[in-house]
């Protein structure tokens, strides 16, 4: 057995500074979405030259939140890739309707805008497309795909930080979700957070995040009173971030650049060092300064491996490296074989990426030295 500590897939970077930030809130007792969430919006906001950002519980109740806002329902049809994290997916089951799935490309790990086009249906409402692990999608492709009137909403979970064409990631189509899981680049423990350029949109998912309250009638024209509650005329949720989780946001946004920069850096150490090996892809970098890099996602080549990508995986862990498959299909998820029953085989390019990718370490915690043996233990095989 090794004597180094686990090389861990993921650690979030957080320390002192976001212990010192959640001090205010505790202390003012203002705990709920409030002064903390107002100013991390208006900073995420900015440095994803956005108009308009939402913080929300989580990614996954963010893009819930984009659905409802531009009022996608039963009958209607969205397009998810068939590789990424099943939320994607669920989402569009959330507001009743159909997930359409469209095969990825195996280089990117990104939705095939071929694919989309030969989706679209008379039903086709939106598209979700997805910057897997930090690379940004193929907007341009993306949009071309469908007709006009087609939404395009960015899963950015993975890309905060991240440009397309030199415009950030949140801007890219109608409206966006960024996730804060401890698994992603920066972290509020859970959280998310929504941008559009859609002023109407905007307000009606500020509105759906907050139960549906608006200002009622009487209250616009009497003013406040005490005896007056909000209306409620849209069916909303409690979707708020809360002021400790926004205090944090605050502090961890404001290394974001620097994180990225980190990432970046020893990307291209795993890309000098690992790239002679036929046998391992390396992951597509993009353009210049536009990957975030939440991932560092490999694809093992079934035929040239010296070991299938699980046995592989299996003997990283031994020598203290943990990885994780990239992500899965969702065809191939328990409930949406059963529900849909939908063969895996009519995408294969997703199905290959979810036998064949394998993630390795990398976060902001590691050091040269780690990079350095995660190479050394490749290299040895
Ligand atoms: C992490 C992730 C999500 C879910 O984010 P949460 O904040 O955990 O809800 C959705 N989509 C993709 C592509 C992700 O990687």
Known sequence: MTERPMIQISLPATGEEEWQACREPLMSGWL???PKVAAFEQAFAERHRVDHALATTSCTTGLHLILAGMGIGPGDEVIVPAFTWVATANVVLYCGATPVFADVDRETYNVDPADVARKVTARTKAVIAVHLFGLCADMAAIRAAVPDGVRIIEDAACAAGAAW???????????????FHPRKSVTTGEGGMVTTNDSELAETMARL????????????????????????????FNYRMTDLQGAVGLVQLGKLDRFIAERQHFAERYRDGLQRL???????????????????????????????????MEHLKAAGISTRPGTHAIPTLGYYRERFGISPDEFPGSRDCDANTMAIPLHNRMNAEDYDYVIETLCAL
Do not use: C
């Open 32 to 34: 709920t979405q409030g």
């Open 165 to 179: 064409r030199g415009t950030p990631a949140g801007g890219l189509g109608d409206a966006a979700a960024f996730s």
């Open 209 to 236: 995040r907050n139960h549906g309250a608006s200002v009622s009638e009487e209250q616009r024209h009497r003013g406040p009173k005490p005896y007056i509650l909000p209306d409620f005329n849209l069916l909303g």
């Open 278 to 312: 036929g046998w391992l892809r390396m992951p597509r970098f993009g353009e210049s300064g536009g990957h975030a890099w939440q991932a560092f996602v490999t694809y093992v080549d079934p035929e040239t491996a010296p070991m299938p990508r699980n046995a592989l």
